[in-house]
């Protein structure tokens, strides 16, 4: 007979395409293990207090975890804070998706995490931006204090200099914290030296940088180069002009939370490690495209809007700049150094291996990502990447 099964709440903030995300895995990974999954979304009010939106039951934690009885807790992001957990539930296996904002009293263990790897968003976004050439380069923080940003600024800090640049870090204003991060931002990029490369802490901060550039007039990426964290679309598509982003894989950090909290509960007497996921790599948007040729820039960004379409080929590229077969496919290897059908597939093969981590079959990719067939995409797959389809999913999502 089967072992009851699992009551697992899962505490998130309404509304983000973050927090969906990372549910997502959750509930694939509650799915294959049977669990009763509860979502229950907080809303937190300007003096700190929680409210719940949608919950199993009750209007405080209290009454929550008393009616729901959690055999388990998942906590996204700052939805709930370590020192809120009921005290009679303080022991129950949590685990919290990204570090929490505040870290329990001295004496109590720190709480099981799945965090990203400082180390691995900064060598990414530095890969990036020193693609510029600019000797100076600066990191925008998460306004508050946050563990993960600190250590993305400390690293990114750290390769800028060991490469020789020089690297400013944000000075904050005397008026301390603003609602609005382009007040909070303008007075330190203002006093950066031009050009100058930016890593922004997440994509809320790069969008501040890119509407501070804009109100003063500085030319993106020639002035001012930017990049940011998580490659949320719905900011990253909307920026002018689109933000470059490091690409983080938050279904997968869902599951990797689940997996933690599977092991703990099953063996409660063996607190697990916390975990921290690395960062997959920059989708590149107009925001970092170095190019002195426009023609190459509006083909690049043409690519990376379209390349996915069905039927999409380099002619309606060719069409776009208003260039002939030779002239374009010339240009492409002087500028890019690749012919425009590789630059279709760098886009095509990026979202295909995000699709794989999320667990899709290859049939459902080859037609998501704009390729002629199966046989093409494996083709192309592997010629690019030195492994099939297959293989490299089954490794992808044995780490993800």
């Not at 306004?143 to 200099?161: D, I, M, N, Y």
């Not at 931002?185 to 550039?213: T, W």
């Amino acid at each position: 007979m089967r072992k009851r099964d699992k009551n697992v709440l899962v505490f998130l903030t309404r509304g983000g395409e973050f927090e969906l995300r990372v549910f997502l895995g959750v509930q694939d990974a509650a799915e294959a293990r049977h669990w009763n999954l509860s979502a229950v979304e907080c809303i937190r009010d300007a003096d700190g207090s929680l409210r719940f939106i949608r919950s199993p039951g009750g209007v405080t934690l209290g009454e929550i975890f008393k009616y729901a009885r959690p055999d388990g807790v998942i906590v996204v992001g700052n939805a709930i804070r370590p020192e809120e957990l009921p005290d009679s539930w303080r022991r129950m296996p949590v685990v919290f998706v990204d570090r929490p904002a505040c870290w329990p009293q001295a004496g109590q263990p720190k709480p099981v995490c799945v965090y990203s790897d400082a180390a691995s968003y900064a060598r990414i976004a530095a890969q990036e931006l020193f693609r510029s050439g600019f000797c100076d380069y600066a990191y925008l923080p998460w306004s508050g204090e946050q563990a993960w940003s600190g250590e993305r600024g400390k690293c990114f800090g750290e390769l800028v200099t060991s490469a020789g640049f020089a690297f400013h870090g944000f000075v904050p204003p005397s008026s301390g914290p603003a609602a609005d991060p382009v007040a909070y931002l303008s007075p330190f990029m203002e006093s950066l030296p031009k050009p100058c490369g930016i890593f922004a802490a997440n994509d809320v901060q790069g969008e501040a940088a890119l509407r501070i550039c804009a109100a003063h007039g500085w030319s993106v990426p020639q002035d001012v180069a930017v990049v940011g964290v998580d490659n949320l679309e719905f900011i990253c598509e909307a920026t002018s002009p689109t933000l470059s982003s490091v690409c983080r894989f938050l279904e997968g950090d869902g599951r990797t939370a689940a997996a933690l909290l599977s092991r703990w509960m099953n063996s409660p007497e063996r607190r697990p490690a916390s975990r921290a996921t690395p960062a997959l790599h920059v989708v590149r948007r107009a925001s970092t495209f170095f190019s002195t040729d426009r023609r190459i820039a509006r083909a690049m960004e043409f690519i990376r809007l379209h390349a996915c379409d069905e039927g999409f080929a380099p002619s309606r590229v060719m069409r776009e700049i208003g260039l002939g077969r030779t002239q374009t496919a010339h240009l492409f290897r002087k500028v890019q150094g690749c012919s425009v059908l590789d630059a279709i597939h760098e886009v095509r093969l990026a979202r295909a291996q995000t699709l794989l981590r999320a667990g899709k079959s290859a049939s459902y990719v080859a037609d998501t990502c704009g390729f002629a067939s199966l046989v093409d995409f494996r083709r192309v797959f592997k010629r690019h990447t030195g492994q099939t389809v297959r293989k490299w999913a089954l490794a992808a999502c044995a780490t993800g």
